[in-house]
């Protein structure tokens, strides 16, 4: 009796080890999954997020970037960082995507809150077509808000930049849409 419970303390412990190994592998992030091959290996040229549920992707390794990248000296030693990204589909259905970081200083670890639109502001603007015939309708961020984005990376040697971003934007008719997982993963121009 004594030998058969070694043996079942042995199995118990090993079902405990294996578990554990497939719980660490269980719990990768989104960020985890995304594929890394790319042409330029200290950038992965991606800039994607969810939105209600839905994701929009740009990255050089699906061949579909699609947008610019800025960072320029502005006034008073600051700077005005700039992404836009765009999406289209079938049916003239499309989107843009745009953040702009007005009178910063990029640095790693560093977190911006986005506000409403304007000049020496943080914010995050959305264009979307629906149908061919009608004008495409604005998203923006607005102050006292959730939204922000923080830097994970930051590069001038080689003019990279990665971060991270989410926020809720509003049209003029006051519907909101969430914008969650953003993950931006790019070279800038000067």
Known sequence: ???????NDLLR?????????????????IHDRRP?????????????????GRHFISEESTGNVSGDCFYTATYDSASTFRITSSHSADNC??????????????KEGNSYEFGAPGP???????????ECSKPAILYATKDNSF????????????????????????????????????????HYSE
Do not use: W
């Open 13 to 29: 412990s090993f079902t405990a080890i294996v578990l554990v190994m497939f719980s660490f592998n269980c719990t990768k992030t």
């Open 93 to 106: 259905t499309g989107s843009t995507i745009e953040i702009i970081l007005d009178s910063v200083q990029l």
């Open 1 to 7: 009796m004594k030998h058969s419970g070694t043996h």
């Open 36 to 52: 890394t091959g790319t042409l330029t290996p200290e950038s992965r040229e991606y800039f994607g997020f969810v939105l209600n």
């Open 120 to 130: 020496k502001k943080n914010y995050l603007t959305c264009f979307f077509t629906n």
């Open 147 to 186: 939204g922000f984005v923080k830097i994970k990376k930051y590069r001038p040697d080689i003019k990279v930049i990665g971060a991270v971003f989410s926020c809720i934007v509003v049209n003029s008719a006051g519907k909101t849409l969430q914008i969650a997982d953003g993950y931006i993963d790019r």
